[in-house]
């Protein structure tokens, strides 16, 4: 092979990976934190539940009187419904901004990408 035709590469590191994709990332910060916390909430507030349920089934298996129980058990029913409409309700605000946050992140990677190849190829 001659001299002029040997091209030597460099890999790239994984810091500079991640620097790319943070660049890329950067303007859409916002989007990637709200759709962090909408996914630990939505992981999170299912959790919490069984810990009602536990409640509720210790007041039915205690004997209490069906007229004094019955508010105390709509009351851990409400909550029950209200943990588990926040937890879908947080995952489809995340899933709605992470779509939206992927699409724009890897349009601008790909520009970045074409930009990098433009510059780099005079005759392309």
Do not use: C
């Amino acid at each position: 092979m001659p001299e002029h035709e040997k091209f030597e590469s460099r890999k790239a590191s994984i810091s500079e990976i991640i620097q790319v994709y943070w660049r890329a990332m950067r303007p859409q910060r916002l989007a990637f934190w709200v759709s962090v916390a909408a996914y630990v909430v939505a992981t999170v507030l299912p959790l919490i539940a069984p810990l009602y349920y536990k409640a509720f089934f210790d007041v039915v298996s205690s004997g209490m009187p069906r007229p004094a129980a019955v508010p105390e058990l709509v009351h851990f029913i409400l909550i029950i419904l209200v943990l588990h409409a926040a937890g879908w309700l947080a995952f489809r605000i995340g899933f709605y901004v992470l779509n939206d946050f992927e699409a724009n992140v890897m349009a601008r990677l790909r520009q970045n990408a074409y930009e990098y190849l433009l510059h780099h190829s005079y005759g392309f």
